[in-house]
T-cell receptor
Framework: DTEVTQTPKHLVMGMTNKKSLKCEQHMGHRAMYWYKQKAKKPPELMFVYSYEKLSINESVPSRFSPECPNSSLLNLHLHALQPEDSALYLC??????????????FGPGTRLTVL | GQNIDQPTEMTATEGAIVQINCTYQTSGFNGLFWYQQHAGEAPTFLSYNVLDGLEEKGRFSSFLSRSKGYSYLLLKELQMKDSASYLCAVKDSNYQLIWGAGTKLIIKP
């Protein structure tokens, strides 16, 4: 089973709203990732959690706040977003962060629109 | 700097064969991945190469030449459902995935 689930599938929010994106995996993976993807561009890494600890933060604005409550769950809290933050937000997981063959499996994504 | 190059777009005919090339220059190399991504959907894993040579998986094959910094994805017996973007990604010396911009493959009947 290589399933990563994400909710919601679509989200429309105003610039003053607070919302959260959720991601879950039950593959026993110990690394989890948030990516942002704009149309016709490759995924852009935002955050990496390894063994429930934040290991990489790619200089993401503080209006994006990740949280890893346990090894199966990953949240992305959103606050005071800008219209340019509209994108597909992808969650991925992998077995272990530090090996070459370690493969990332992606969830279906959340399509976010900021008005 | 780190750089991965792929053609932006390719067109092929249903039932034919197509080869999508990827060249890379990265700080270190810990393997190369190919992902398929249909429009509006998530990337799905296709293949991983770390040693030189050809890896075959059904209709899809992936080739790697480390000395040339080159890989290709070969798709045989093309089907309409193969219309998608194909992303090449390399793991660098820090085990970070460096992504190419993707190749949009259009299949015509």
């Amino acid at each position: 089973d290589t399933e990563v689930t994400q909710t919601p599938k679509h989200l429309v929010m105003g610039m003053t709203n607070k919302k959260s994106l959720k991601c879950e995996q039950h593959m026993g993976h110990r690394a989890m990732y948030w990516y942002k993807q704009k149309a016709k561009k490759p995924p852009e890494l935002m955050f990496v959690y390894s063994y429930e600890k934040l290991s990489i933060n790619e200089s993401v604005p503080s209006r994006f706040s990740p949280e890893c409550p346990n090894s199966s769950l990953l949240n992305l809290h959103l606050h005071a977003l800008q219209p340019e933050d509209s994108a597909l937000y992808l969650c991925a997981s992998s077995q272990d962060e530090g090996t070459g063959s370690d493969t990332q499996y992606f969830g279906p994504g959340t399509r976010l629109t900021v008005l | 700097g780190q750089n991965i190059d792929q053609p932006t777009e390719m067109t092929a005919t249903e039932g034919a064969i197509v080869q999508i090339n990827c060249t890379y220059q990265t700080s270190g190399f810990n393997g190369l991945f190919w992902y398929q991504q249909h429009a509006g959907e998530a990337p799905t894993f296709l293949s991983y190469n770390v040693l030189d040579g050809l890896e075959e998986k059904g209709r899809f094959s992936s080739f790697l030449s480390r000395s040339k910094g080159y890989s290709y994805l070969l798709l045989k017996e093309l089907q309409m459902k193969d219309s998608a973007s194909y992303l090449c990604a390399v793991k660098d010396s820090n085990y970070q995935l460096i992504w190419g911009a993707g190749t949009k493959l259009i299949i015509k009947p």
